[in-house]
C-alpha cells in the first residue's frame, strides 16, 4: 500500500498501490489494454495504408498495358502514380489519423477479453490477413478509378481522359481509400459504425485530410507540383464510390470474423 505500507514493504513489492485502493488495478489493467488495443490500431491501418500503395504501384507496373497506361501516355514505363504523389499520401493522408487513434477511447469492452499470453504477437496471422486483403481492395480500386479514366483499358470508355486525369482519380482514390480504412482499422471484428463518433480527433483528421486532397487537386499551384488536374463533381463522386469499396469489404470480413467467434 503506498499509503499505510511501509518503505521496506514498497521496497520489496512490485507493485505500489498509491491510494491503496484496489480498484485502481482494475482501472490501470484496463488502461493498459486501451492502450495495447490502439498501438494495434496503429499498426493496422498504417500497414494496410502502405499495402494499398505497394500494390498499386506494383500491379499497375505488371499490367499497365491491360489499364492502357502506356497508349495514354506515350512512356516506356507508365506507373499509375507519381513519387511526389505517393510522398503526399504518407506524410499527409496517413499521419493526421494514424496519430488520432493513438487517443482512441475503448472501443470494444477490452475487460471481457481473454489476458494475452507473453509469448503473443502484437502483429498476428488474423491481422496480418486483413493488412494484406484491405491492401489488395484498395489496389484494385484505385487501378479501376485509373482505367476508367483510359482508353483503351479493361472499362472501354471511347471518351476516355487523359494520363492525368487518370493518375488524378488514382491519387484521390487512394486518398479516399486510406481515409475510409482509418474507421475500418479502430477495431478487428467490431463494425465501424459501432460508436462512430466518439474519437473527434480522428473526425478532425480525416476531416482535413480530405480538404487538402482537394485543395491538392484543384489548385493551379498545387496541380503543377504534384502532376494532378481539376475534376468535375462526377469524376470525384466516381472516385469516392470506389474507394468506399474499403469500407464495405472490411464490414464483410468483420461480420465473418464475428460469425467464426460465436461458433
Known amino acids: 500500500m503506498g499509503i499505510t505500507g511501509t518503505e521496506v514493504t514498497k521496497e520489496a513489492a512490485k507493485m505500489i498501490l498509491v491510494d491503496d485502493n484496489f480498484a485502481t488495478i482494475v482501472s ?5 489494454r486501451v492502450i495495447f488495443e490502439n498501438i494495434e490500431k496503429f499498426l493496422r491501418y498504417l500497414l494496410s495504408s502502405n499495402m494499398g500503395e505497394v500494390f498499386t504501384v506494383f500491379l499497375g507496373v505488371v499490367f499497365a498495358g491491360a489499364l492502357g497506361l502506356p497508349m495514354a501516355g506515350g512512356e516506356t514505363v507508365a506507373v499509375p502514380l507519381l513519387a511526389t504523389q505517393i510522398l503526399w499520401i504518407n506524410l499527409v493522408t496517413d499521419s493526421g489519423p494514424a496519430l488520432a487513434m493513438g487517443v482512441d477511447p475503448e472501443i470494444d469492452d477490452v475487460m471481457a477479453r481473454r489476458p494475452r499470453k507473453v509469448t503473443d504477437r502484437i ?5 496480418w490477413h486483413g493488412i494484406l486483403s484491405v491492401g489488395l481492395v484498395m489496389a484494385l480500386a484505385t487501378l479501376l478509378s485509373i482505367d476508367i479514366f483510359l ?6 470508355d471511347d471518351g476516355g481522359g487523359s494520363l492525368e486525369l487518370a493518375r488524378t482519380a488514382g491519387f484521390t482514390t487512394l486518398v479516399f481509400a486510406q481515409l ?3 474507421f475500418n482499422s479502430r477495431s478487428e471484428t467490431s463494425s465501424a459504425f459501432h460508436r462512430l463518433f466518439v474519437n473527434r480527433w480522428l473526425w478532425g483528421a480525416v476531416g482535413v485530410a480530405a480538404l487538402l486532397q482537394v485543395a491538392v487537386v484543384e489548385l493551379p499551384g498545387m496541380q503543377e507540383a504534384f502532376g494532378t488536374t481539376s ?3 462526377a469524376h470525384w463522386g466516381v472516385c469516392v464510390l470506389l474507394a468506399s469499396a474499403v469500407l464495405w469489404f472490411g464490414e464483410l470480413r468483420k461480420y465473418f470474423c464475428r460469425r ?3 461458433g
Request: aromatic share 4%.
Open 260 to 262: 467464426r467467434n460465436l
Open 180 to 182: 475510409f480504412n482509418a
Open 231 to 233: 475534376m468535375d463533381a
Open 28 to 32: 490501470a489493467v484496463r488502461q493498459g
Open 123 to 127: 502483429i498476428g496471422r488474423r491481422m
Open 151 to 156: 482508353p483503351g483499358g479493361l472499362v472501354e
